[in-house]
């Protein structure tokens, strides 16, 4: 039975999205709201997960937020835990602007609770430089950022062959370029191709699926005073 939908965004009041829909639900982009809210419908008990983000909050790529959004950025991913698998939500991460042990922390998390199956929410790949958001004068330039973000990808998919993501704003950047320019999307490649990634990581609008009566948790990736992964 399909009972749980995962969307990059669905609304940041993670109550509100698990009252409103008759499913369970996963969703990133609020990289403040990390969360887990229930709600019965008549049927069944239904739950909606906000998984923060892994974006290195002292990047030049997190600073636009601090001026929109006056919230602490929080670190971390989400578990799915049931009795056949167990699946790891990956939370935005915004290549190459990532904190430098996100996927240490993600490997380990992983390997810690035997995930099976690997889901990512979104905005995998940052484009400061082609935002509609003003560009940090000291962050990288487009083609090193596109180089670093490409050798980036392919560490993760290292780490993850196989993938389900469900895009996020961030990454549909080139294909909003394309069309303030009126030109197709059609012109732009494959994200895999783009990326040079194999085929096993899946890129959708949206991802739905059976949790298979899973329990969600979220783990924090707490930092110490130094700014790294406290292990």
Not at 170 to 176: G, N, S, Y
Request: glycine fraction near 6%; hydrophobic fraction near 35%.
């Amino acid at each position: 039975m399909i009972d749980t939908l995962m969307v990059h965004s669905i609304s940041g009041n993670t109550r509100y999205n698990a009252a409103r829909y008759s499913h369970n639900s996963i969703q990133g982009h609020h990289h403040s709201v990390f969360e887990i809210s229930y709600y019965a419908d008549m049927h069944q008990l239904r739950w909606a997960m906000s998984v923060g983000c892994l974006l290195d909050p002292n990047s030049a790529a997190a600073r636009y937020a601090k001026r929109n959004v006056l919230k602490r950025p929080i670190l971390g991913c989400g578990v799915v835990l049931n009795d056949t698998k167990n699946i790891l939500v990956i939370s935005d991460m915004h290549l190459p602007y990532q904190h430098r042990d996100a996927m240490d922390f993600l490997f380990h998390t992983k390997r810690k609770y035997k995930c099976t199956e690997i889901l990512n929410v979104g905005d995998v790949i940052d484009h400061h430089r082609g935002s509609y958001h003003e560009s940090e004068p000291d962050s990288m330039d487009a083609e090193t950022e596109y180089l670093k973000a490409k050798a980036d990808c392919k560490k993760l998919q290292d780490i993850f062959p196989s993938m389900i993501i469900t895009k996020g704003n961030h990454d549909i950047i080139p294909e909003r370029k394309l069309k303030t320019a009126g030109l197709p999307s059609s012109m732009l490649q494959d994200y895999n191709k783009l990326y040079e990634l194999k085929d096993s990581w899946v890129w959708k609008e949206e991802h739905k699926f059976d949790s298979l009566g899973g329990i969600p948790m979220l783990v924090p990736m707490v930092l110490n005073k130094h700014g790294r992964w406290a292990k």
